[in-house]
DNA sequence: TTGCAGGGGTCAA
DNA sequence: TTGACCCCTGCA
């Protein structure tokens, strides 16, 4: 079956999209980006979408750069999810030929050149980056996984048990006492004040996408919990706002260590970003990041 | 073994 | 502008 420019078959239980560029599984799941993906084995990732517990892998065709997408447990009805998910609508390779006229992600591309940024859940994004405010990545996925495993709905994979992320509404209605099991500390009670007002508002990606970058950008830090980089990274990475840029400590670092030749302030970074990579700045944040945090780059070495 | 920074920030004073 | 916030990991 052709769906938007895309050949789907389907085989042994496992969805195939054939022939596409610029997709690696590691690069795309481990770029930073979502927590409910884990490698299973060399290029086999595990992950949970909505109500689906699937197992992606990549196989090359042609060259490097292209070749079939293989999801397990997913058949031909799920391609427009797939489609969506894996943005497989914007053309990466004219993204990369754009920013690589700048040396330094010229660099950086090459290092990572099947990143992806995905189309996750909008509610979900807000949660999980609450949870992420100071804090690091193996602790943030067990707080997720803590959640879910209580209050998800329950999924079969393989014989063993998963669980959805749980919806807005569920979130809604707890207290942050409800949620103090799962080692969210502080966060809590940002989450349960922010899913209520979320609930209340029924605000979406969707309502955003109509609005500027900087009016979502408001829009979000009304919420409990959410600052300018957890802001940034919901309207990222629910594919809402592409020109968002998250300032973290990793992307801080390689701007400092190899644009600006010194320390700046993180309001500094967000305007230079703006100035360099405009409407592309989200792409290019993906690509300086997964570089940074690879490389270590502006590590200083204890004494 | 213990102790203590520090982490993919945000909030409040 | 700065300290406090949960709590777990890594390092000395």
């Known amino acids: 079956m052709i769906y938007k420019g895309y050949e789907f078959q389907e085989n042994d239980e496992c969805l195939i999209i054939k022939n596409v560029k610029d997709f690696n599984p590691t690069h795309i ?9 884990g490698k299973k084995e060399y ?10 517990c699937v197992e992606v892998s990549f196989k090359s065709t042609k060259n490097e750069s292209e070749g079939d997408v293989i999801i397990s447990n997913s058949g031909l009805d799920d391609a427009k999810l797939w489609y969506n998910y894996f943005d497989l609508e914007t053309d990466y ?18 290092y990572a050149p099947g990143i992806r940024i995905l189309k996750q859940d909008f509610n979900e994004m807000l949660i999980s980056f609450i949870i992420s405010a100071n804090n690091s990545i193996p602790r943030i996925m067990k707080t997720i996984e803590n959640i879910c495993n209580k209050y998800g709905d329950e999924l079969t ?20 006492e409800d949620l ?8 809590c009670h940002y989450i349960v ?4 007002l979320a609930e209340e508002c029924r605000l979406s990606g969707d309502d955003l996408m109509k609005i500027s970058y900087a009016q979502a950008l408001e829009v979000m830090q009304q919420f409990r919990g959410v600052g300018p980089k957890v802001a940034d990274c919901v309207l990222l990475f629910s594919g809402v706002k592409m020109e968002a840029f998250p300032v973290d400590v990793w992307v801080k670092r390689v701007i400092e260590a190899l644009y600006l030749k010194k320390s700046a302030t993180f309001k500094e970074i967000t305007m230079f970003a703006d100035v360099k990579f405009g409407l592309l700045a989200g792409y290019a944040q993906q690509y300086l990041f997964y570089f940074a945090r690879e490389n270590k780059i502006g590590i200083k070495k204890r004494e």
């Open 29 to 37: 799941f481990d770029c930073g980006q979502c927590f409910r993906w």
């Open 43 to 52: 290029g086999v990732y595990f992950g949970i979408v909505k109500d689906k």
């Open 93 to 110: 390779s004219l993204i990369k030929n754009i920013l690589k006229k700048d040396n330094i992600l010229a660099k950086a591309i090459e």
């Open 157 to 176: 994979y393989k014989g063993k048990v998963h669980f959805t992320f749980p919806s807005i509404e569920i979130f809604a209605k707890l207290t942050s």
């Open 180 to 187: 103090r099991f799962s080692s969210a500390g502080f966060r």
């Open 193 to 196: 004040h922010t899913a209520k």
